[in-house]
């Protein structure tokens, strides 16, 4: 299966009417070539993905603990699918827009999982606007990127730390907020630094402000001395004894 994307024109086109589309973006039924009149708005990529992407989703409200395990759920799915891809292929935010608008399947999801559509969310989940911090935020895109940060080929569970980054909400949304997120090798380091204190702790139950708190002395270590220079077990130890 060759992958798909927006041309520039149509993606440019569809950003440019989100506030008239609102509604059409809550229907579940397809728009898209009654809005173009018929005239082409995609073309297929020459990167080949092993199978389509069909995810799993609840109808419904659903908790945030739900959330979680659901978001745990796609990306698995979805990596399993596009594993091969490069971070700089998994950049295309005409790939991924294009994914939100045109596939029957990753509409629905969207709309399962967030319920309350506004307009500035349809630009923020149907969209990839800004390649440096909206790639977090696409309905689809995200789940790449969760897993591109965690997986880990060599383990026995190789989802192993996507399952900690996903523990619940806050401790994923905190986690993609911080710089720790933009450097695969450190990402791995704290979220393996997390899961031990979580086997330690022996619940999820004051988990979030241990990582809160955590995040914010990484964050201020890293104003003094460059992390990026630090050998991995050197920053899992700092993540594991900051005080």
Excluded at 167 to 181: A, E, G, K, R, W
Aim: net charge negative; with cysteine.
């Amino acid at each position: 299966m060759l992958l798909s994307y927006l041309t520039d024109e149509a993606y440019k086109e569809l950003l440019n009417n989100v506030e008239v589309n609102a509604e059409l973006y809550l229907s579940q039924d397809e728009w898209l070539n009654n809005f173009f009149k018929g005239k082409p708005y995609s073309a297929q990529s020459t990167v080949q993905a092993l199978g389509a992407f069909t995810p799993s989703y609840t109808n419904g409200e659903i908790t945030d603990e739900e959330k979680s395990e659901n978001d745990l759920i796609n990306t698995r799915i979805l990596y399993d699918t596009f594993k091969k891809l490069t971070p700089l292929q998994a950049s295309n935010k005409y790939m991924w827009t294009y994914m939100c608008h045109a596939i029957p399947e990753c509409r629905k999801y969207i709309l399962n999982r967030w319920t309350d559509m506004r307009k500035n969310t349809i630009k923020t989940r149907f969209f990839v606007t800004d390649i440096r911090h909206s790639l977090f935020d696409n309905a689809i895109s995200r789940l790449w990127w969760y897993a591109h940060l965690t997986y880990d080929e060599t383990s026995i569970n190789k989802y192993a730390l996507t399952e900690v980054l996903l523990s619940n909400q806050t401790i994923c949304t905190d986690f993609m907020d911080t710089y720790n997120s933009r450097n695969v090798i450190r990402a791995k380091d704290v979220l393996g630094a997390l899961k031990v204190f979580k086997e330690e702790l022996g619940t999820s139950r004051g988990l979030s402000e241990y990582f809160r708190d955590c995040n914010k002395y990484l964050n201020r270590y890293a104003a003094v001395s460059s992390l990026d220079f630090l050998e991995p077990e050197e920053i899992r130890d700092i993540a594991l004894t900051y005080s």
